[in-house]
């Protein structure tokens, strides 16, 4: 896999609906794609869309220890009405305890470094492990989204983990995903509901308040160009 072959992907998908990609990309890669989910509504809509079309797409997410326990019922949730298995990533339990007991239980407060150097532990490097054995991974990452994410395309590059990225869903509005999630009676987080259209780990995501940016409730004591923990990083 390469950056050209990513570039002639965005070419023979440019204009295919979210569940034309999702086929061509099972038949292309077969086993060698996956779904990253972090049970956000855009990825339960593709969980939707892959289990419709009975696509043997593999879906993994991340459980960084710090999540909301209504995520871990939604994984569970999921699970269950489409009969499926997510494979789940854990961080390794001694790089936690080692940057826990140096810096502290809240240590991604204290500074952006730090802040990373968490998500790095128990989201990255997990990421890694899941991507053993793939060519390409899907997510729904849209461009409205955030202000970081404005310049992203369907079909990317992602160099740093020598992989094809693909976001089908880029070109989502916020309507269209809700307008898909209750037409198809698609299981997604309560906390949406109370104000939370972003949820990552606990500790880092707040409820947005009326006008505020989707993402503002991520990592919000930092800075809106900062506001990603690596997966995305361009």
Same mark, same amino acid.
């Given at each position: ?170 070109? !989502? ?46 990592? !919000? ?14």
């Amino acid at each position: 896999m390469s950056k050209t072959k990513a570039e002639e992907l965005n070419k023979i998908l440019s204009g295919k609906t979210a569940e034309e990609i999702l086929s061509f990309l099972a038949e292309e890669f077969n086993d060698r794609v996956a779904l990253s989910s972090s049970l956000g509504a855009e990825d339960q809509v593709l969980t939707d869309m892959l289990v419709k079309q009975k696509l043997s797409t593999p879906v993994f997410t991340l459980d960084t220890g710090r999540l909301f326990p209504e995520t871990y019922d939604l994984l569970d949730r999921t699970c269950q009405k489409y009969d499926i298995k997510i494979a789940t990533y854990f961080p390794d339990y001694k790089s936690v305890e080692e940057m826990v007991n140096e810096k502290g239980i809240n240590l991604f407060y204290k500074s952006v470094e730090n802040r990373k150097l968490c998500c790095h532990i128990r989201k990255i490097e997990p990421l890694k492990r899941a991507f053993k054995g793939l060519d390409a991974w899907i997510c729904g990452l849209r461009r409205s989204q955030s202000v970081t994410r404005a310049d992203m395309q369907t079909v990317e590059w992602d160099e740093g983990n020598n992989l094809i990225k693909i976001n089908p869903l880029i070109d !989502w509005s916020e309507n269209e995903i809700w307008e898909y999630v209750d037409r198809n009676n698609v299981p997604v987080n309560p906390l949406h509901k109370k104000g939370y259209p972003s949820i990552g780990c606990q500790p880092c995501t707040r409820a947005i308040f009326p006008g505020e940016d989707i993402r503002a409730g991520r990592w !919000w004591w930092e800075n809106p160009d900062t506001r990603e923990c690596g997966l995305h990083k361009k």
